[in-house]
């Protein structure tokens, strides 16, 4: 057993708010277990780890242990060879009070793995409600959502619980993003079959001055990297990088780019302003040709929007989602059921909208009549606006 012992100052957090502790891992080791303790009332220290071939997981401020072996490991972290050699628990200084935070980590090793905890696969679900919309040019809409954790970050769901819950919403597919971690990965497939839904792999790379999903099959994104480099290496693997919830208080986007991803998170289930249009003004200025998404960011019952609130619409080839959003064939409403807005070519669809508004950016405006509408589209409706202010759909 290793103890490592300090405190940690406002005048650390502002030299460098990546820090590590170094651990001695001997030849034969099966099991590495790392606990940290400090006063949560005062501040808040994110943890994960990096072993001598790179990055083994994150767990952010959700947990304060893990462990380690070949077979399994704490969610969040990566089974695997515990290769000899100095491993790093990483620390990032998320909050230090003005007067310091004391912090006690302990790594222990052992030549024995613990016996993998017990897990339960819950039974299959029936699907919830879904609209049905007819397929245009031989494409198919799916309903999703884009924004969802599990217990491998800071959710409360295992990933067969978030499935099933996604399912019993009549969703399409879910994209599963955890905080700076692809431990999920490996589940998805499995538990996408068994119950019925496209599990999409992501990650949800997220700093203290913004967040941003990266989806599709790829490899892990270093947070700790510039943005540039975050974009890069997505593209490079032929993956989706996507803005997260860019209003979103002390999660909102401050991060300095140069180029600038093509989609963005543009409702949010936290999402403050739906009056004045403060994220579509923000997506406008971001990029002219912006694809708007939605995403719930699901992490437990009552704290966020449930999955599909809002909901993603992807007119997909062959339930091709990421091939439809790169393509920007995408429309965004409140839930499955809820009032929709859908571009059909050169004309944009309301389906179940009766006394709504659309919004052109030159201000004009246009009064909704009917549960099933055809509005001719042109380049600028993109805002389905009810009477009472609350945005039910975007689409562009």
């Given at each position: 057993?290793?103890?490592?012992?300090?405190?940690?100052?406002?005048?650390?957090?502002a030299?460098?708010?990546?820090?590590?502790?170094?651990?001695?891992?001997?030849?034969?080791?099966?099991?590495?277990?790392?606990?940290?303790?400090?006063?949560?009332?005062?501040?808040?220290?994110?943890?994960?780890?990096?072993?001598?071939?790179?990055?083994?997981?994150?767990?952010?401020?959700?947990?304060?242990?893990?462990?380690?072996?070949?077979?399994?490991a704490?969610?969040?972290?990566?089974?695997?060879?515990?290769?000899?050699g100095?491993?790093?628990?990483?620390l990032?200084?998320?909050?230090?009070?003005?007067?310091?935070?004391?912090?006690?980590?302990?790594?222990?090793?052992?030549?024995?793995?613990?016996?993998?905890?017990?897990?339960?696969?819950p039974?299959?679900?029936?699907?919830?409600?879904?609209?049905?919309?007819?397929?245009?040019?031989?494409?198919?809409?799916?309903a999703?959502?884009?924004?969802?954790?599990?217990?491998?970050?800071?959710?409360?769901?295992?990933?067969?619980?978030?499935?099933?819950?996604a399912?019993?919403?009549?969703?399409?597919?879910?994209?599963?993003?955890?905080?700076?971690?692809?431990?999920?990965?490996?589940?998805?497939?499995?538990?996408?079959?068994?119950?019925?839904?496209?599990?999409?792999?992501?990650?949800?790379?997220?700093t203290?001055?913004?967040?941003?999903?990266?989806?599709?099959?790829?490899?892990?994104?270093?947070?700790?990297?510039?943005?540039?480099?975050?974009?890069?290496?997505?593209?490079?693997?032929?993956?989706?990088?996507?803005?997260n919830?860019?209003?979103?208080?002390?999660c909102?986007?401050?991060?300095?780019?140069?180029?600038?991803?093509?989609?963005?998170?543009?409702?949010?289930?936290?999402?403050?302003?739906?009056?004045?249009?403060?994220?579509?003004?923000?997506?406008?200025?971001?990029?002219?040709?912006?694809?708007?998404?939605?995403?719930?960011?699901?992490?437990?019952?009552?704290?966020?929007?449930?999955?599909?609130?809002?909901?993603?619409?992807?007119?997909?080839?062959?339930?091709?989602?990421?091939?439809?959003?790169?393509?920007?064939?995408?429309?965004?409403?409140?839930?499955?059921?809820?009032?929709?807005?859908?571009?059909?070519g050169?004309?944009?669809?309301?389906?179940?909208a009766?006394?709504t508004?659309?919004?052109?950016p030159?201000?004009?405006?246009?009064?909704?009549?009917?549960?099933?509408?055809?509005?001719?589209?042109?380049?600028?409706?993109?805002?389905l606006?009810?009477?009472s202010?609350?945005?039910?759909?975007?689409?562009?």
């Amino acid at each position: 057993m290793t103890v490592h012992q300090g405190r940690w100052t406002m005048e650390d957090r502002a030299e460098q708010i990546m820090r590590s502790v170094p651990v001695e891992v001997p030849p034969g080791t099966a099991a590495l277990s790392v606990e940290l303790a400090y006063d949560r009332a005062r501040g808040v220290l994110d943890l994960g780890c990096e072993g001598p071939a790179g990055f083994r997981g994150w767990s952010g401020g959700a947990r304060d242990r893990y462990t380690i072996t070949p077979g399994w490991a704490t969610p969040g972290y990566l089974p695997g060879e515990l290769e000899p050699g100095v491993w790093h628990v990483l620390l990032r200084l998320h909050r230090v009070p003005t007067d310091g935070l004391d912090f006690t980590v302990t790594v222990t090793t052992s030549d024995r793995a613990p016996d993998a905890p017990a897990g339960e696969r819950p039974e299959k679900p029936e699907r919830g409600p879904k609209r049905e919309l007819l397929a245009v040019d031989g494409r198919t809409w799916l309903a999703g959502d884009l924004h969802s954790h599990t217990v491998h970050s800071d959710g409360s769901s295992t990933v067969p619980e978030l499935a099933v819950l996604a399912v019993q919403r009549g969703l399409d597919f879910l994209a599963v993003t955890d905080h700076n971690t692809v431990s999920h990965h490996p589940e998805l497939a499995s538990a996408g079959a068994r119950y019925g839904i496209d599990l999409i792999p992501g990650q949800e790379v997220t700093t203290d001055r913004g967040h941003a999903n990266a989806w599709g099959p790829i490899g892990w994104v270093d947070f700790r990297r510039p943005v540039d480099d975050w974009f890069a290496a997505v593209r490079r693997d032929g993956g989706i990088l996507s803005i997260n919830h860019p209003l979103g208080g002390d999660c909102a986007w401050r991060q300095p780019v140069t180029d600038r991803p093509q989609h963005a998170e543009i409702w949010h289930s936290g999402w403050f302003d739906r009056t004045w249009g403060a994220p579509l003004a923000w997506a406008d200025a971001w990029r002219p040709d912006v694809i708007p998404v939605g995403g719930s960011d699901y992490h437990r019952p009552g704290s966020d929007g449930l999955p599909g609130n809002p909901t993603t619409w992807v007119l997909a080839d062959d339930g091709d989602v990421l091939g439809g959003l790169a393509a920007g064939r995408v429309a965004i409403n409140a839930g499955p059921q809820e009032a929709l807005l859908i571009r059909l070519g050169d004309e944009l669809l309301a389906l179940d909208a009766d006394g709504t508004v659309l919004i052109r950016p030159d201000g004009s405006r246009a009064v909704i009549r009917g549960d099933r509408v055809l509005l001719p589209a042109g380049d600028g409706l993109h805002l389905l606006e009810t009477s009472s202010t609350e945005v039910v759909a975007i689409c562009r």
